[in-house]
T-cell receptor, first 109, second 111 residues
């Protein structure tokens, strides 16, 4: 079964501090991993996907197959990063997205 | 392009009633997926429609059904509503099963 675990419901950091949002997954094959973000009063939107290996808004995430993790990182948090972050997994073939429960990031000025 | 649109924004129903939610996909998209997001939870996959047929289904009872029209828009129907059906219902569209774009959601409250 596919499962995504985000152990932190809430993460508070000071502006300028490093951020790491944790995501662990369970899947027997080769998954695609995603991070979605939902800013206040906005719709859910894709932040980044592991196959792109790109940095979006200063965020990066590396897929660690050994630890089955896909943690989201940013070296210096900004107030505008405050949002709800969801990690999601898609298995091989025509399978749906499976989301974690989300982590609310609060960046304190 | 307004992106994915959903209607209505909010809805209040009574237990046992039936509800229909609507979704218009982003221009150029042919696949529509529906998700239920309960309070404090991540979105949970209900089903996906492609070429007017249900292509995949999550772990939801038959009370949840859907439809896709020739213009790719979609409806989600829920029969015999339960209090536990209260949630935000999200629609996402994509081209084939590539990157999904989400709508703003419909907030359903069952009393």
């Amino acid at each position: 079964a596919q499962r995504v675990t985000q152990p932190e419901k809430l993460l508070s950091v000071f502006k300028g501090a490093p951020v790491e949002l944790k995501c662990n997954y369970s899947y027997s094959g080769s998954p695609e991993l995603f991070w979605y973000v939902q800013y206040s009063r906005q719709r859910l939107q894709l932040l980044l996907r592991h196959i792109s290996r790109e940095s979006i808004k200063g965020f990066t995430a590396d897929l660690n197959k050994g630890e089955t993790s896909f943690h989201l990182k940013k070296p210096f948090a900004q107030e505008e990063d405050s949002a709800m972050y969801y990690c999601a997994l898609k298995g091989s073939g025509n399978t749906p997205l499976v989301f974690g429960k989300g982590t609310r990031l609060s960046v304190i000025a | 392009d307004a992106g994915v649109t959903q209607s209505p924004t909010h809805l209040i129903k009574t237990r046992g009633q039936q509800v229909t939610l609507r979704c218009s996909p982003k221009s150029g998209h042919d696949t529509v997926s529906w998700y239920q997001q309960a309070l404090g939870q991540g979105p949970q996959f209900i089903f996906q429609y492609y070429e007017e047929e249900e292509r995949q289904r999550g772990n939801f009872p038959d009370r949840f059904s859907g439809h896709q029209f020739p213009n790719y828009s979609s409806e989600l129907n829920v029969n015999a509503l339960l209090l536990g059906d209260s949630a935000l219902y999200l629609c996402a569209s994509s081209l084939l099963n590539l990157e999904q774009y989400f709508g703003p959601g419909t907030r359903l409250t069952v009393t």
